[in-house]
Nanobody
Framework: QVQLVESGGGLVQPGGSLRLSCAAS????????MGWYRQAPGKQRELVAR???????NYIDSVKGRFTISRDNAKHTVYLQMNSLKPEDTGVYYC????????????????WGQGTQVTVSS
C-alpha cells in the first residue's frame, strides 16, 4: 500500500557530496516521521537521521554537521544531503517511514525502501 523509492546513491571520493531522495507513493492517509538508515558490510543497520512531520530532526553523532535531512510534505519526499563524506559512510542507505493507511480501520505501519548503495572511496 505504501512504496518508498530511493535514488541518489553512487560512488564518491572522500570529501565529496551526495544527495539522497526518497519518495513515498501509494494509498495512505498520512506519512509520519521519515528517516534514513544505513547498513555497512558486516554491521547492523543503524539510524542515520530522522525527521518528524513537523520538521524536528535528530542525527547520529558521527554525521552531525555533515548531513542534513529535510522533507517536502506536499511531495511525500525526504532528502539526505551528505557532505564531507568519509569512507566509513559507505553502506546501503534505506529510507523508512511510518505511514497511516485506512482499510476500514486506521493503522500505522513501518515501510522500507529497497536501499541505495553509497560508496566513499578514492
Amino acid at each position: 500500500q505504501v512504496q518508498l523509492v530511493e535514488s541518489g546513491g553512487g560512488l564518491v571520493q572522500p570529501g565529496g557530496s551526495l544527495r539522497l531522495s526518497c519518495a513515498a507513493s501509494g494509498r495512505f492517509v498520512s506519512i509520519n516521521a521519515m528517516g534514513w538508515y544505513r547498513q555497512a558490510p558486516g554491521k547492523q543497520r543503524e539510524l542515520v537521521a530522522r525527521i518528524t512531520r513537523g520538521g524536528s530532526t535528530n542525527y547520529i553523532d558521527s554525521v552531525k554537521g555533515r548531513f542534513t535531512i529535510s522533507r517536502d510534505n506536499a511531495k511525500h519526499t525526504v532528502y539526505l544531503q551528505m557532505n564531507s563524506l568519509k569512507p566509513e559512510d559507505t553502506g546501503v542507505y534505506y529510507c523508512n517511514t511510518g505511514a497511516t493507511v485506512y482499510n476500514g480501520l486506521y493503522s500505522t505501519s513501518d515501510y522500507w525502501g529497497q536501499g541505495t548503495q553509497v560508496t566513499v572511496s578514492s
